[in-house]
């Protein structure tokens, strides 16, 4: 799931989808599906991870399997300190800029690939199993 964020949280738009979900949530119809998040932010300051911890209680209550991108295929791409850029454990992500302009660095893409791959792995060893 592609998120960008508002002061920290989710913006107005998507969580007003989601509220709009409670036939969903009562039917069950996202229980036991598989997500990861990606987060875009306008800068530093703008709290990918607190975002990704805010959209935790909506996929708990949906009953959504949350695989996050964690250390182990992105450990030196997230230390890295040549340049400025989003990620963290929770998921790639991006700084987009206060006005939006910022397109994803390499180093950022190349952190939202290796998400894809371990995710990828992660449910297709699940499935098979």
Same mark, same amino acid.
Request: net charge negative; no cysteine; glycine share 14%.
């Given at each position: 799931?592609?998120?960008?964020? !508002? ?16 036939? /969903? ?33 909506? /996929?708990?209550? &949906?009953?959504?399997? +949350? ?17 400025? &850029? ?35 792995? +992660?449910?297709? !060893?699940?499935?098979?199993?």
């Amino acid at each position: 799931m592609g998120i960008p964020t !508002r002061y920290g949280n989710t913006p107005a738009q998507w969580k007003a989808w989601w509220d709009a979900t409670g036939s /969903l949530w009562q039917q069950g119809t996202f229980w036991g599906k598989y997500a990861g998040l990606f987060i875009a932010t306008g800068g530093l300051g703008g709290d990918q991870e607190s975002t990704a911890l805010a959209i935790m209680s909506t /996929l708990v209550h &949906h009953g959504f399997v +949350h695989v996050p991108h964690g250390y182990k295929t992105t450990f030196a791409l997230q230390a890295n300190f040549t340049e400025v &850029h989003g990620g963290s454990p929770w998921g790639a992500g991006s700084f987009a800029g206060g006005d939006e302009s910022r397109q994803p660095s390499e180093l950022e893409l190349s952190m939202a690939v290796e998400q894809g791959k371990a995710f990828h792995s +992660h449910v297709a !060893r699940v499935s098979s199993a």
